[in-house]
Protein backbone atom coordinates (compact mmCIF):
# COMPACT_ATOMS: atom_id res chain seq x y z
CA UNK A 1 0.00 0.00 0.00
CA UNK A 2 1.27 3.31 -0.80
CA UNK A 3 0.06 6.23 1.00
CA UNK A 4 0.68 10.28 -0.35
CA UNK A 5 -0.65 12.86 1.97
CA UNK A 6 -1.74 16.75 1.13
CA UNK A 7 -3.00 19.63 2.63
CA UNK A 8 -0.81 20.79 5.59
CA UNK A 9 0.80 24.26 5.94
CA UNK A 10 0.68 26.94 8.08
CA UNK A 11 -2.43 28.51 9.37
CA UNK A 12 -3.11 31.11 12.68
CA UNK A 13 -4.39 29.80 15.31
CA UNK A 14 -8.52 29.64 15.24
CA UNK A 15 -8.18 28.41 12.19
CA UNK A 16 -9.41 25.16 9.67
CA UNK A 17 -6.77 22.67 7.41
CA UNK A 18 -8.22 19.45 6.08
CA UNK A 19 -5.67 16.97 5.27
CA UNK A 20 -6.09 14.13 2.55
CA UNK A 21 -4.40 10.90 1.92
CA UNK A 22 -4.68 8.48 -1.06
CA UNK A 23 -4.06 4.92 -0.34
CA UNK A 24 -3.25 2.94 -3.74
CA UNK A 25 -1.81 -0.22 -4.00
CA UNK A 26 -3.94 -3.39 -2.18
CA UNK A 27 -6.73 -0.97 -0.94
CA UNK A 28 -8.83 -4.17 -1.15
CA UNK A 29 -6.54 -5.57 1.73
CA UNK A 30 -6.49 -2.08 4.07
CA UNK A 31 -9.19 -2.21 7.22
CA UNK A 32 -8.35 0.65 9.45
CA UNK A 33 -7.25 4.27 8.11
CA UNK A 34 -6.11 7.42 10.24
CA UNK A 35 -3.48 10.06 11.54
CA UNK A 36 -1.07 10.09 13.60
CA UNK A 37 1.18 13.58 14.65
CA UNK A 38 4.18 13.67 15.72
CA UNK A 39 5.36 17.61 17.73
CA UNK A 40 9.41 17.79 17.49
CA UNK A 41 10.72 16.29 21.01
CA UNK A 42 7.53 13.87 21.56
CA UNK A 43 6.64 10.21 19.87
CA UNK A 44 4.31 10.10 17.80
CA UNK A 45 0.48 10.00 18.82
CA UNK A 46 -2.79 8.85 17.13
CA UNK A 47 -5.07 11.65 16.06
CA UNK A 48 -7.81 9.34 14.68
CA UNK A 49 -8.61 6.48 13.18
CA UNK A 50 -11.65 5.04 10.82
CA UNK A 51 -11.95 1.24 9.96
CA UNK A 52 -13.20 -0.51 7.31
CA UNK A 53 -17.56 -0.54 8.30
CA UNK A 54 -17.06 2.91 9.66
CA UNK A 55 -15.91 2.82 13.42
CA UNK A 56 -14.56 5.92 14.63
CA UNK A 57 -11.58 6.82 16.82
CA UNK A 58 -10.61 9.81 18.10
CA UNK A 59 -7.76 11.53 20.66
CA UNK A 60 -9.45 12.83 23.46
CA UNK A 61 -7.17 16.11 22.68
CA UNK A 62 -8.84 16.77 19.54
CA UNK A 63 -12.14 14.66 19.63
CA UNK A 64 -14.33 18.13 19.86
CA UNK A 65 -12.33 19.60 16.41
CA UNK A 66 -11.99 16.95 14.30
CA UNK A 67 -13.62 15.13 12.14
CA UNK A 68 -11.92 11.70 9.88
CA UNK A 69 -14.25 10.74 7.18
CA UNK A 70 -12.86 7.73 4.23
CA UNK A 71 -13.94 7.23 0.75
CA UNK A 72 -13.06 4.48 -1.86
CA UNK A 73 -12.81 3.30 -5.20
CA UNK A 74 -12.11 0.02 -6.89
CA UNK A 75 -7.99 1.03 -6.90
CA UNK A 76 -7.84 4.02 -4.72
CA UNK A 77 -9.10 4.74 -0.72
CA UNK A 78 -9.21 8.24 0.37
CA UNK A 79 -9.53 9.14 4.42
CA UNK A 80 -9.70 13.23 5.27
CA UNK A 81 -8.91 14.96 8.59
CA UNK A 82 -10.99 18.20 9.02
CA UNK A 83 -9.02 20.06 11.75
CA UNK A 84 -11.00 23.20 13.34
CA UNK A 85 -9.99 25.70 15.67
CA UNK A 86 -6.47 24.70 15.34
CA UNK A 87 -3.99 25.70 18.39
CA UNK A 88 -0.53 26.35 18.45
CA UNK A 89 0.46 22.92 20.41
CA UNK A 90 -1.14 21.24 17.24
CA UNK A 91 1.86 22.27 15.41
CA UNK A 92 3.63 18.70 14.47
CA UNK A 93 4.03 16.60 11.04
CA UNK A 94 0.78 14.49 10.57
CA UNK A 95 1.50 11.20 9.08
CA UNK A 96 -1.46 9.10 7.43
CA UNK A 97 -1.13 5.52 8.33
CA UNK A 98 -3.00 2.11 7.16
CA UNK A 99 -3.33 -1.45 8.69
CA UNK A 100 -4.70 -4.15 6.42
CA UNK A 101 -6.92 -6.85 7.54
CA UNK A 102 -4.90 -9.21 9.64
CA UNK A 103 -2.56 -6.74 11.36
CA UNK A 104 0.09 -7.57 12.48
CA UNK A 105 0.17 -11.15 12.24
CA UNK A 106 -0.89 -11.13 8.83
CA UNK A 107 -1.34 -8.11 7.38
CA UNK A 108 1.03 -4.97 7.07
CA UNK A 109 1.45 -1.42 7.88
CA UNK A 110 2.04 1.61 5.72
CA UNK A 111 3.01 4.96 6.68
CA UNK A 112 3.10 8.01 4.54
CA UNK A 113 5.78 10.70 4.26
CA UNK A 114 4.17 13.24 7.04
CA UNK A 115 2.50 16.53 5.88
CA UNK A 116 3.98 19.50 7.95
CA UNK A 117 1.03 21.38 9.92
CA UNK A 118 2.40 25.07 11.43
CA UNK A 119 -0.01 26.89 13.87
CA UNK A 120 0.96 29.78 14.27
CA UNK A 121 0.70 33.96 13.87
Known amino acids: VQLVESGGGLVQPGGSLRLSCVAS????????MGWYRQAQGNERELVAF?????????ADSMKSRITISRDGTKNTVEVDLQMNSLKPEDTAIYYCNAREFGYPQYGSESWGQGTQVTVSS
Open 50 to 58: ITRDGSLTY
Open 25 to 32: GRVFHINV
